[in-house]
């Protein structure tokens, strides 16, 4: 098979998938390997598509910026308000809880219930939601991103290594098969790393969207987090990790 019918097929695939691995495309191309990893490095270079780890994703898939948190609030809302009422069932009286930063888990606070739970977060909007509800609240320390109203940097990661939570909510950009979960900001995603680490168990709150996109940092495996969604895409996440879809 020529390059330029490689290349189309390559392409086609992103344009309807949205991502795609090098041990996909090479059985599929009956190609090697090798093969595939040069075409992906000349269509990264002609600006066609995105490398990522193990595979490539669409230009329009790959996000590269993130719109601010004033900007996000009201996209898919009602979706985001259900997963996240059913989030904060899922909270008892004796849980130590890490909520992160994110439109999503802010959509938790008006659902909230224990008042014998204590909450720790890096979204400032979301420390002072919970301190106004009459909730226990502490707020990490750390160079505040403006994007997303979040505490980052050296000293939040710091702050969180000495807490041992029950659960752990958490927001993310995009999720894959290959790449996990996903965030434009390293500072960020390393955040979001340590609070899963430091956490028994983790839910991740994502609308429908946020399926089969990639962002620049992976932050997590599919396998190392609960879902909770509203729809779940056909594929492998189900099997790779407990999915729950809110409302079924």
């Known amino acids: 098979m020529l390059a330029q019918e490689r290349y189309r097929i390559i392409l086609d695939q992103l344009s309807a998938d949205g991502t795609a691995t090098v041990a996909g495309l090479s059985a599929r191309l009956g190609a090697s390997e090798a093969t595939v990893r040069r075409d992906l490095n000349a269509l990264a270079k ?3 598509l995105q490398k990522v780890f193990g595979g490539a994703a669409s230009i329009r898939q790959m996000g590269l910026f993130e719109e ?3 900007r996000r609030e009201q996209q898919m809302f009602a979706e985001k308000d259900m997963i996240a009422a ?14 992160d930063s994110g439109t999503t888990t802010a959509c938790m606070i008006p659902h909230l219930t224990n008042a014998n739970a204590t909450y720790v977060t890096n979204g400032v909007l979301h420390a002072y939601r919970l301190l106004s509800a009459g909730f226990k609240v502490h ?9 997303t109203e979040a505490i980052v940097g050296a000293e ?3 702050g969180l290594m000495k807490y041992n939570f029950t659960k752990a909510f958490m927001g993310t950009n995009g999720i894959t098969e290959d790449e996990g979960f996903t965030t434009p900001d390293a500072e960020e995603a390393s ?6 680490e430091r956490s028994f168990v983790a839910f991740v709150l994502a609308d429908r969207t946020k399926f089969n996109r990639v962002f620049p940092v992976t932050f997590s495996r599919a396998d190392a987090c609960c879902i909770l969604t509203d729809k779940c895409p056909k594929g492998r996440i189900g099997e790779l990790t407990i999915v729950k879809e809110v409302g079924k």
């Open 46 to 48: 002609a600006g066609k």
């Open 68 to 70: 601010r948190v004033s």
């Open 86 to 99: 059913y989030a904060a069932t899922l909270i008892r009286d004796d849980d130590f809880v890490f909520i």
């Open 139 to 147: 707020l990490i320390g750390g160079r505040l991103r403006p994007e």
């Open 156 to 158: 939040a990661l710091r």
């Open 191 to 196: 955040v979001k790393a340590a609070a899963i």
